[in-house]
């Protein structure tokens, strides 16, 4: 059964940081693409950070380009997402979603991909 598991949500201060994981079962992460998204209720799910499996390339949107950054480690079937120097407006919940790419590079598309995690809660307040 393929399942995405997020972890590492939280409340944070303006300017932390935050370690997100998507931890993946049912299938390896080669010739998948594995791609972040956040959404804030009454607003389009958008795309974050994604990952190509089959060569490990990965993409970020220009929001939060310097700030995110995502990771793999294969080892543990596991993709990460780090968030640092984070801001009120990053304030969402964070999910991960997988697609079969084969070679293809990722895409920040929600309609790509077809297995989603729960999803964590990232809170931005002080």
């Known amino acids: 059964q393929v399942q995405l598991v997020e972890s590492g949500g939280g409340l944070v201060q303006p300017g932390e940081s935050l370690k997100l994981s998507c931890a993946a079962s049912g299938f390896t992460l080669d010739y998948f693409a594995i791609g972040w998204f956040r959404q804030v209720p009454g607003k389009e799910r958008e795309g974050v950070s994604c990952?190509?499996?089959?060569?490990?390339?990965?993409y970020s949107a220009d929001s939060v380009k310097g700030r995110f950054t995502i990771s793999s480690d294969s080892a543990r079937n596991t993709v990460y997402l780090n968030v640092n120097s984070l801001k009120p407006e990053d304030t969402a919940v964070y999910y991960c979603a997988a697609a079969y790419v084969g070679f293809k590079l990722c895409q920040l598309l929600p309609g790509e991909y077809d297995t989603w995690g729960q999803g964590t809660q990232v809170t931005v307040s002080s």
């Open positions: 990952f190509s499996g089959s060569d490990g390339s990965t």
